[in-house]
């Protein structure tokens, strides 16, 4: 094995896991046994190379993967009672509603959204490090508490798409970081993963600063479902991963195309979303 291999395991150790996952049928034991080696000393060696810090501010912390007292103190959860559709928090008490009035007032194409924290300045510092820091290890905790926050949906799913990068996106980031979202949080919730199932033909604009209006109409048309992922999704209850829900726009139009390719529903959970009340 490279060293650079070695190096790229000791960043993404869930790497390993998911190629002994995905090719588990044409590994022998013998090789399985030294991948769960070199996994535990990826591990190991991890612990060395960063020493566990905050996910959120970066303070030094007892545990890897965990975040300080003071940021977890301000990390708004979002807990029930919440939309049915939208999964947004209701502010005071709606008299029994289920449904808020962003939900009635314009249907989204997906069942139902929901997300694990409001996306305030600790929830944006943890998707930045995921993002852009190679903090690739934080996916793991942060599917923990999607997971949590998303287990009605998960129940009525059949299958996990995440939302893809265009390819010139990731050949420069090296990874999606939805997709290491997508790929936990299915084992953890003994779903398929589908990697493929969605792929990003149109290279579109960062949708920060964008309109909502702009947002809607630079996502139109990025997304396709290759010929042959569709048997994988017709008729299928299809769970979207996104890592922050915005104004909606991306997994509107990703749930639009995973439809009209024959998916029986879309439900979407995000770790972290913006709250019209709460934002
Ligand atoms: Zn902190």
Redesign the pocket.
Known sequence: MALSDLYSLVRQPDLLQTSVDMDMSSFNSSVMSIGAGLRRGGVMIGHWVYPPV??????L?GEHGG??G??WSNLRQIERPCCDVMGTPFSHDMGGALVSAEAIADPPPFRRARAAVLYDD?ARSIVHRLKYKDRTDLATIMARWMVRAGDELIAESECVVSVPLHRRRFMARRYNQSAELARILARRSALPYLPGALGRRKSTRPQVGLTAKARVENMRGAFSVPQTAQSDIIGRSVLLVDDVYTTGATVKAASHTLLKAGAGSVSVLTFARVSPDFG
């Open positions: 905050c996910a959120g501010c970066g303070v912390v975040v300080c003071t940021c600790v």
